[in-house]
Every structure is written in structure tokens, then in C-alpha cells.
């Protein structure tokens, strides 16, 4: 996935099949959005933000190039008890 490199553009990317074609905008406001299907609007444009603590994480954010990488990894699962364990551990249950 390729994005602009600009502080006020936008990068398009559409589904496998092409039916589906999401946008993403930046400019002096943050991150805003779209969404269609086949042409029709499914999601209008609409901002995109985060805020924690009362900060707007999104607040002048930029599109950079995006790099990509091919990871090829294996996990071997054990069984049901060592898995439930696991997210036991991660959630601190």
C-alpha cells in the first residue's frame, strides 16, 4: 500500500475485487475518511481521531510512504488448554 507523501493529500485503495474503495485524506484538521461500493457512498467523509488523556492523537498527522515486507512465519499450536492459558496470561486473567 503506497500513500502519498504530502501533508494534505489522499491515497486510495480499493478490495480484491475492486467493488470496495476506501480514501483516506489528510490535511490542516487530521485524518478524515471515505468508503464506497460500487460506486456508492457507503461512508461520507468523516475524521478519523483518537483522543487519550484529552489529547487528539490524530491532530496534524501526515500520509508517508508506506514500505511493505513478505513475512513467512509458523506457529505451532499445541492444544485448546495452552491457548486459553496464553490469553490468560496477556489479558492478566
Given at each position: ?92 486473567v
Amino acid at each position: 500500500m503506497a500513500l502519498l507523501s504530502a501533508s494534505c493529500g489522499s491515497s486510495a485503495q480499493k478490495s480484491p475485487s475492486g467493488n470496495i474503495r476506501a480514501e483516506v485524506f489528510a490535511d490542516k484538521e487530521g485524518l478524515s475518511y471515505s468508503v464506497t461500493h460500487d460506486g456508492r457512498t457507503i461512508i461520507d467523509t468523516s475524521a478519523m481521531g483518537v483522543t487519550f488523556d484529552g489529547t487528539e492523537l490524530f491532530r496534524d498527522a501526515v500520509l508517508r510512504p508506506a514500505g511493505t515486507r513478505k513475512i513467512n512465519e509458523t506457529y505451532s499450536v499445541t492444544g485448546r488448554e495452552e491457548i486459553l492459558g496464553f490469553i490468560g496470561e496477556c489479558l492478566n486473567v
